[in-house]
Each structure stands twice: as C-alpha cells, then as structure tokens.
C-alpha cells in the first residue's frame, strides 16, 4: 500500500470541493494499486469506506478470498466526512421504532448498535489500531420544538430495549443548560475514522486481501463488474457505496439523501469532558424545519481539543426551496454551537459537509440486495454510520459463510413497512416534483453574470446546461441531466458540486460522478467560441446552437 501526503491530492477524488475535514486532512491518503488486468476471486467489494473495509477484514478471518475496489481512495467517500459519532442513541427514536416495528424490534435495534460498537472496539484491540478509540456518555437534550414528553417516552423504551440509560435534571458542561434535562446514554465511543480505516486496510493486505484504489466499478451484475474497463468476476458481490450503485430504482424509492453540515474549532484542552452530545431535532424535518444538531470532541494537539459541531440537515439538491444558502446554515450552526460551547475560539479551524442516506422508515438497509440472489447492499445509515455499516459487515459476512444473523431479518433490503405509507407517499411525491425543474426557469439567466468559481444551470428552449466557470474565467458545459433517472442538477455553492435533488447523485466541477447512484459522469457540451458562450441566456430557442 502507498501512502502518499493528503497535502499534494486535493481533487475531486479527495474531496467534493473546498471543505476539507478534519479526519482527511488529519491523515495521509491511503491509495493502493490501480487495476491493470482481468480479475477472478471469490468476493468482490465495491467501496472503500467503512462498510467496505470492515466486510472485508471479517470475511478474510473467515476464510475467504477477496479483492476490493474505490472510486477514489480509502476512505474519501463519506466516510472520511463523518463526525464519528459510535452510537446507540439513534437519530430516530426508539418509540418511533416500536411504534413502527414492535417492542422486540426495537430490543433488537439496540442489541445491534450496542454489538457494532462493542465489535469497532475489539478490531481496534486485536489489531493494536492507534485511532484514540475511547468510550465516553452520550447526552440527549430536547430541541425547542420538542416535548418534555418526548424524553421520557424515550427514556422508558430505551430501558425496556435493555440500554444503559438515566434521565439527568442538567446537561453535563454545556452552559446555559444547568436546568434542562437530558438522557444519559452510559458507554458510547468515539475515534478517527481515517486512523482507524488505516489499521483495516493494512490487516486486510497482510491476510491476503487485494485493494485497488482509483477504481471505477460499472455494470455490476451477479457475475461481477466492469472495473475500469477490465473484467472483475466473483461469487459474491458487496455493494458498499453508501448509496447502492448497482440499483437503478427500488432502493432509491425507500431511502433519500441529505446533505449534513459540520463545523470544527479550538477549544482549550481540559475545557470538556470527551462526550457526546445530540439534540432531538429532526433532521428529515417531518415536512417542517427543525433542524438537528450532534457534538463531540477530539484530541487536536498538546494544547487544545477540537470541538466538533453538526447539523442544519437539508434533501440534497433541495436547499433552496428552504431559502436557507449553505453559508447560512454554516452560520446557524455557528450560533447553535457557541450558545451551548461559549469556549469555543473566535476563529473556526474546519468546516465540510456530508451526505447521509435516510430510509423511509428509518432503519438501515443490509443483505441482499431485492431480486438477487449474490449481491449484498449496505445502505442507509441515517446518520449512524459508523454503528450501521459494522453490523451490515457482520450480517453479510454471516450471510456469505451460509450462518442465519439474528439482525438480518430487521434490516432486511427487501422489507415492506406499511405503517409508514404515508410518508413514504410524501416522500415519492418529492422526488417527483423535481422533474418540474424540466419546465421551470433555471437558475441563471446568462454566463456572463458568472463570477469565477461558481456554476449553475441555464435553459436553451427545452436544454438544461449545467455551467461552470472555473478560476482562469474559463466556462465549462455539460448536460444538466443526472444520467441516472433524469432528473435536473443543482449548483451546490458550499461543495462545489452539481447536484441531483431525486436520488442524491453528485457531481464535480469537471462533470465526474462523485456520488452514486449515478455510475457515469455529465455529458459534456463542447464550448467552440467566446462568441458561442455569451449567446447563452435564458430563452435562446436556436434549435442546434453548440455552446
């Protein structure tokens, strides 16, 4: 494995736009060999992220032969955009979940998030990973919008689901919280990520196991997929790229993607204890803005810690119809956070966004995918995707070894839940609404109002062209259409990015896909003049005009 310097591979491969976070920049960039030939192994797994690495260090301790392949490198999906929180105090109440599932439903959620943390924390031991692995409280205090019900609704199913939980009368060290109560959630944890994904691809080649990095995975079937351009065949197939690439639309009608924001800073060491703090906001909103917030802390250096802060949750693609800009929300987030950690310093030291998959009826998605029969999907996380990706890994290593998971029925992909039609119906009436972007008025009027460093989309009669105009003033074109269901992108000025507001697909600057579902890049519209680029305003009707 070559590790070379993060500071020297700042593209879109790394990172979606500007935003760097912490772990990435915290860590050298993990990259492996680059696929050079045909392949024929007994398991083949597609995502370098978490999911990824950890179904492949089980199924290589069970005995099994494996090759994996990312787009990027190690760990610069989503999972290197993480806050890290180790878990199980779902963002999704456990009331909700007994209301929707049952009472052993609900036990078994708990069992299974309390298992992945306790699993995090033996791989982290067994393989001596050096990633500040500790076990620390978890906090849940109410947000505004909430009732004081709420709380002891959660608290009285949360010890029927046999979880360590008290309610406090005071939210341990944050300020102006002396009198509000919180539930206590005793033994979670927190690491770094990237710290700890090292220590699994190192233990996944020395136990034989195969990584390829900057390798693009299309076609996948039951036999395989096309890598780039050479054949990669395999018993088994893992789909682990947060959103299921290899599914064109069953998967994406149950589960939506959100953008997430996050803001790190300073804090003076010894200021905090290392905890976990989350308010009952909800990110998904229910069709009303309540935004959602989660806080830890990690070690930064001999003086001081970092403050790590998230949250002001939106569908991806859809910011604007909040009117909430992403600089916005940045600065909400700021405000939330120093009315509760006024010691955080003056000037912030990071700040990136993330992309969580939210199911319908909020639990995750792991085990085979609906209709085959080899393929395995782990999708879903809803912002617990450090706990849910380890216990997809351990349901589909169970699964592929031939051994019945007592999760993998609650999880199950192909599952139905009726008791959230309605939600699910509000949620398909959403995405469909996006095609109206077809025939509504684009963003922008006319290239020439673009400043550098900025896109959007305009409208040629009934085109949408996706624009941007990069730092030398030079104007990049490409179809506005997500090659995955055609919906039309949206200009993301925080990443950098175009993005799909039906299924979560994303975009760099240059067209390359960054997100699935999408598998293939923009089309790219070829600019042949300066004289072509100005001619570009809103309502040009000239039928076959080159940009």
């Avoid at 050079?36 to 260090?57: H, K, P, S």
């Amino acid at each position: 494995m070559d590790n070379k310097s993060n500071h020297s591979l700042k593209s879109s491969s790394i990172t979606s736009g500007d935003n760097v976070s912490f772990w990435i920049d915290s860590t050298q960039i993990i990259s492996c060999n680059i696929p050079d030939q045909d392949i024929e192994t007994e398991v083949l797994i597609i995502g370098g992220g978490i999911a990824g690495l950890t179904t492949a260090y089980k199924l290589l301790k069970a005995g099994k032969k494996i090759v994996m392949v990312e787009d990027g490198f190690i760990g610069s999906g989503e999972t290197g955009r993480t806050t890290a929180h180790l878990t199980c105090a779902l963002d999704d109440r456990y009331y909700f979940l007994e209301k929707i599932f049952g009472e052993n439903a609900a036990k078994l959620a708990a069992e299974s998030h309390t298992e992945a943390i306790d699993e995090i924390e033996k791989i982290v031991n067994e393989l001596n990973i050096d990633c500040s692995f500790k076990r620390v409280n978890g906090y849940l205090f109410l947000h505004p919008t909430d009732k004081e019900e709420n709380l002891d609704k959660e608290f009285h199913v949360t010890q029927k689901a046999g979880l360590k939980t008290s309610i406090l009368k005071g939210i341990p060290a944050l300020a102006n919280a002396e009198n509000q109560r919180c539930l206590a959630f005793a033994n979670q944890a927190q690491f770094h990520i990237l710290q700890y994904l090292k220590g699994l691809a190192d233990a996944i080649t020395s136990l034989g196991g195969i990584i390829y990095t900057e390798a693009h995975a299309e076609d996948i079937t039951e036999k395989g997929a096309k890598v780039n351009g050479y054949n990669f065949s395999a018993q088994h197939i893992v789909v682990a790229t947060n959103s299921p690439v290899n599914d064109v639309l069953t998967m994406h009608t149950k589960q939506h993607a959100y953008r997430t924001y996050v803001i790190a800073g300073k804090v003076p060491k010894g200021e905090l204890p290392y905890s976990l703090w989350w308010d009952t906001g909800d990110q998904k909103s229910k069709w009303v803005s309540q935004p959602y917030h989660y806080v830890r802390l990690e070690s930064y250096d001999e003086n001081y810690d970092l403050l790590i802060s998230g949250g002001e949750d939106h569908k991806t693609g859809q910011a604007d119809e909040e009117g909430i800009s992403p600089a916005e929300r940045y600065d909400r987030l700021e405000a939330w956070t120093r009315t509760y950690f006024p010691m955080l310093e003056n000037d912030l030291t990071y700040r990136w966004s993330g992309q969580v998959m939210e199911p319908v009826d909020s639990l995750g998605f792991m085990g085979k995918n609906p209709g085959d029969n080899n393929i395995y999907i782990i999708t879903g996380d809803s912002g617990n995707g450090m706990t849910h990706t380890t216990i997809g890994a351990m349901i589909i290593c169970d699964s592929i070894m031939g051994i019945k998971n007592k999760y993998e029925d609650l999880y199950n992909p192909s599952r139905i839940t009726l008791k959230i039609a309605v939600d699910f119906a509000k949620e398909v009436c959403n995405m469909a609404s996006q095609y109206v972007d077809w025939i509504t008025t684009s963003d922008l009027k006319n290239t020439a109002d673009l400043p550098a460093g900025e896109g959007g989309v305009i409208s040629s009669g009934l085109k949408r062209i996706a624009v941007y105009r990069d730092y030398d003033n030079s104007l990049k074109a490409f179809s506005a259409v997500c090659p995955h269901l055609g919906c039309i992108v949206n200009w993301n000025s925080d990443e950098k990015s175009f993005d799909c507001p039906c299924h979560g697909s994303r975009f760099s600057t240059d067209g390359s896909v960054i997100n699935g579902p999408a598998q293939t890049d923009l089309h790219k519209i070829h600019i042949k003049s300066k004289a072509h680029e100005s001619n570009y305003t809103s309502g040009y009707t000239q039928k076959e005009r080159p940009l």
